[in-house]
């Protein structure tokens, strides 16, 4: 079963048919969000995507409300801080990779104006050749995340099926 599928049998207020018709897919131009959306897809790794729409307030207000100038000065004591917080993901590699992906995107803003602009800027390439441009400038973004990602933002298609109702909405 596709998510489309499974959402679309969802009462409308469930976690994931909200994520499903008010996120998936729909392009993100904004570069706090955008980031807030590779934070999301890091912390997924190796768990249910159920666990992360259940966190995700309480990822976003450990993250800053993923404001990326905090995030890139968050030091051992903010880690600290975050590997106790029962509200979100408590995994070191993942915390420490967030913190240099802000960093990472910091320095993109300032040669790109933005971290949209510079993914923007690539235009139609591969997902392979994605997986090799994420991989060369972040941390902790295999195949899956980078897929993903870039799909749940908008920037490469298949977030939605040609069937689902959403996949209409999001045509440009």
């Known amino acids: 079963m ?33 980031f807030g959306r590779l934070i999301l897809e890091i912390n997924q790794a190796g768990l249910s995507w159920s666990t992360i729409l259940k966190k995700s307030e309480s990822i976003r207000s450990a993250y800053a409300n993923f404001n990326i100038e905090q995030i890139a000065a968050f030091d051992e004591t903010k880690i600290n801080t975050l590997m106790n917080d029962t509200g979100i993901i408590r995994h070191r590699g993942k915390i420490e990779a967030i913190i240099h992906n802000a960093q990472r995107i910091l320095k993109i803003q300032e040669q790109y104006r933005s971290f949209f602009h510079w993914i923007e800027e690539k235009g139609e390439i591969t997902l392979e050749e994605w997986i090799k441009v994420f991989k060369k400038s972040f941390k902790f973004v295999g195949k899956e ?28």
């Open 145 to 172: 995340i980078v897929k993903e990602f870039l799909m749940g933002a908008g920037f490469i298609e298949g977030a939605h099926e040609s069937t689902c109702p959403m996949y209409k909405k999001l045509i440009p």
């Open 2 to 34: 596709s998510y489309c599928d499974y959402c679309n049998d969802l009462d409308e207020n469930n976690i994931h048919r909200i994520y499903h018709d008010e996120v998936y897919g729909q392009k993100c131009r904004d570069d706090q969000e955008l």
